[in-house]
C-alpha cells in the first residue's frame, strides 16, 4: 500500500515535548539575561544605589509579568499533552508555530520594558499573549477532533470543555486588562498579573 509523506511524518510525540520544554526553558532563561545590575562610578553611596536600583524596577515588572505568562503557557501546553496519545505532521506544524510565539516573547517583554509608557509597547506585548491563546486552542481543536487524543468517553465533552473554557476565559481577561493601558499603562500591566496569579494560584474562581 501506498503512502504520501504527510502521512508518515510527525508521528513521535516525544520529540515535540522535547523541544517544547527546551523551547520554553530558553525562552525563561533569556528573559533574566534583559537585566543588568547598575554599575556606574557615580554610585557611592546606599542612596545612589538605591535610586539607581529603582530605574531598573520597569524591568523588573515586566520580567515577573514575562515569567508568569511563560508559566501559565506551559501548563497549558503540557496539560494538552498529557491527553495527547499521538501526533502527526499537522499537529507538529501548528505546536513549532506555538514555540515561534513562546520565543518571540523575550523580545515582546523587552520591547515593552524600554518602552513601558508606550500603549503601542503593550499593544505588541498583548498580540504576542493573543497568538499563544489562539495557537494553543488551535492545536488542541485539532488534536481532539482528528481522533489524537485518548480520553475516557465519558470525560471527552468535560475535559473538551474545560480546555477550551480556560483559553477563552484567559484571552478575555487579558484582553480588558491590555484595554486598561488607554487609562493607565502600569493599572494594565497590574491587572494582568492579579489575573495570572489567579490562573497560576486559584482564588477567584478554581473552575476556569
Known amino acids: 500500500m501506498n503512502k504520501s509523506y504527510n502521512q508518515i511524518a510527525g508521528k513521535n510525540k ?12 530558553v525562552a525563561l532563561t533569556l528573559l533574566v539575561l534583559d537585566i543588568k545590575v547598575p554599575v556606574s562610578e557615580a554610585i557611592k553611596t546606599e542612596g545612589q544605589l538605591f535610586a539607581s536600583f529603582c530605574l531598573i524596577t520597569p ?9 508568569m505568562t511563560l508559566g501559565i503557557f506551559w501548563t497549558g501546553h503540557t496539560t494538552q499533552f498529557n491527553y495527547f496519545e499521538k501526533s502527526d505532521r499537522n499537529l507538529n506544524w501548528i505546536c513549532l508555530f506555538f514555540l515561534m510565539l ?31 491563546g489562539l495557537t ?3 492545536q488542541w481543536n485539532y ?3 482528528r481522533n489524537l487524543t485518548s480520553i475516557p468517553q465519558n470525560e471527552q465533552e468535560a475535559i473538551n470543555k474545560a480546555m477550551r473554557r480556560r ?13 486598561l493601558c488607554f487609562v493607565n499603562i502600569y493599572l494594565s500591566i497590574g491587572v494582568i498579573i492579579i489575573i495570572q496569579l ?7 474562581n478554581r473552575r476556569i
Open 143 to 145: 488534536a481532539y477532533k
Open 167 to 179: 483559553i477563552i476565559i484567559s484571552q478575555i481577561l487579558y484582553a480588558f486588562g491590555a484595554s
Open 198 to 204: 489567579n490562573f497560576a494560584i486559584p482564588i477567584i
Open 102 to 132: 513562546i520565543s518571540l516573547l523575550p523580545f515582546t517583554t523587552a520591547l515593552l520594558s524600554e518602552y513601558i509608557h508606550f500603549k503601542v509597547a503593550l499593544g505588541f506585548y498583548w498580540l504576542n499573549i493573543l497568538l499563544l
Open 14 to 25: 516525544g520529540r515535540i515535548e522535547a523541544i517544547s520544554d527546551g523551547v520554553f526553558a
Open 59 to 67: 524591568k523588573l515588572l515586566t520580567y515577573f509579568l514575562s515569567f
Open 136 to 138: 494553543l486552542l488551535l
